[in-house]
């Protein structure tokens, strides 16, 4: 189930940057940028739940998910309060190559890759 999670995640998260692209494009979102928090997105919601088990929240690989996925969310958000107020190349600078929201989200997405891994 973990492992299954885990894609869902990769998967979902991997939307919120064209839905950012969206919104940076048009100065609104085709579908819109909600769960700002971690916690409310559907990874996360799996994430602070009950279905993992007390090893898996204990491991590195967890927290490393964890910390990242905070910081993935920060960044969604910050791009998408400068794209609505009209700031658009500061945030495309953000989703640049170089950029602080493509740093987390790949680093994210390693964290999640290596977590999947980790599981047995």
């Given at each position: 189930m973990e492992k299954q999670e885990i894609n869902n995640a990769i998967s979902e998260h991997a939307m919120w940057k064209l839905n950012l692209q969206a919104l940076i494009r048009?100065?609104?979102?085709?579908?819109?940028?909600?769960?700002?928090?971690?916690?409310?997105?559907?990874?996360?919601?799996?994430?602070?739940?009950?279905?993992?088990?007390?090893r898996q929240r204990s491991s590195a690989h967890y927290k490393r998910v964890k910390q990242l996925h905070i910081l993935f969310h920060e960044v969604a958000a910050k791009v998408a309060e400068l794209a609505s107020r009209g700031e658009k190349e500061e945030a495309e600078r953000l989703m640049?190559?170089?950029g602080e929201y493509t740093a987390i989200s790949n680093e994210l997405m390693e964290a999640l890759g290596r977590w999947k891994e980790s599981i047995r």
């Amino acid at each position: 189930m973990e492992k299954q999670e885990i894609n869902n995640a990769i998967s979902e998260h991997a939307m919120w940057k064209l839905n950012l692209q969206a919104l940076i494009r048009r100065g609104k979102l085709e579908l819109p940028v909600r769960q700002a928090k971690d916690n409310e997105c559907e990874f996360g919601k799996w994430f602070y739940g009950p279905s993992i088990i007390p090893r898996q929240r204990s491991s590195a690989h967890y927290k490393r998910v964890k910390q990242l996925h905070i910081l993935f969310h920060e960044v969604a958000a910050k791009v998408a309060e400068l794209a609505s107020r009209g700031e658009k190349e500061e945030a495309e600078r953000l989703m640049g190559f170089d950029g602080e929201y493509t740093a987390i989200s790949n680093e994210l997405m390693e964290a999640l890759g290596r977590w999947k891994e980790s599981i047995r």
